[in-house]
Nanobody
């Protein structure tokens, strides 16, 4: 019953925007850092962004820096990934994962994973 659930994926045109949500079920997200990962077709899963438990520290992959924004609302037990200026190369399944300590872009330390939400950027 301790799960993360992603939502907000879909089809969007290049240059468009989407906001992904990562909601915790069965536990409070207050004490967990969150990573967003993505896996494009035929590619290895890669780290996209991360945020500390308090929201005070954030980090982004170079490929998305300046376009994506990670945030959290602990009162809603939810973390968000605002994706702007989307490009076809952003097409991927996006996953969120929770860890006790802030590590970015690595599988190690991730205690909970969502099942992913598909983002397709195409005209």
């Amino acid at each position: 019953q301790l799960q993360l659930v992603e939502s907000g994926g879909g089809l969007v045109q290049p240059g468009g925007s989407l906001r992904l949500s990562c909601a915790a079920s069965g536990f409070t997200l207050d004490y967990y850092a969150i990573n967003w990962f993505r896996q494009a077709p035929g590619k290895e899963r890669e780290g996209v962004s991360c945020i500390s438990s308090s929201g005070g520290n954030t980090n982004y992959a170079r490929s998305v820096k300046g376009r994506f924004t990670i945030s959290r609302d602990n009162a809603k037990n939810t973390v968000y990934l605002q994706m702007n200026s989307l490009k076809p190369e952003d097409t991927a399944v996006y996953y969120c994962a929770a860890s006790r300590y802030l590590v970015c872009g690595a599988y190690i330390g991730m205690e909970y994973w969502g099942k992913g939400t598909l983002v397709t950027v195409s005209s």
